[in-house]
């Protein structure tokens, strides 16, 4: 997978995650009603209720603030927070 490159703008968006592979480090997530495949590097933060967390720890559902860049066909994470709450809407049903 692809380093992140720094010089590049972030995006920040809301999303609902659909699947976590943990082993590949990948998140499936809708972002304005499109679902992308997010790649999270290892030393990318992972924060839930103010706390580092594994990539693990999130589900199905759950939604997320992530920010990201953009490195040709990859999506790359920078930073991951799990909102509180259920999903706004029955997206993923």
Do not use: F, W
Not at 3 to 31: M, Y
Not at 55 to 75: A, C, E, F, S
């Amino acid at each position: 997978m692809p380093k992140r490159n720094r010089s590049k703008p972030a995006v920040e968006a809301e999303a609902t995650v659909h699947r976590v592979d943990p082993v590949n480090r990948e998140l499936a997530a809708v972002v304005a009603g499109v679902l992308l495949n997010i790649y999270v590097p290892s030393d990318c933060d992972i924060v839930l209720r103010g706390e580092r967390v594994k990539l693990r720890m999130i589900q199905p559902k759950d939604r997320l603030r992530v920010t990201y860049t953009v490195q040709g066909d990859h999506i790359i994470a920078s930073q991951v927070e799990v909102q509180p709450g259920s999903p706004p809407s029955p997206l993923l049903q």
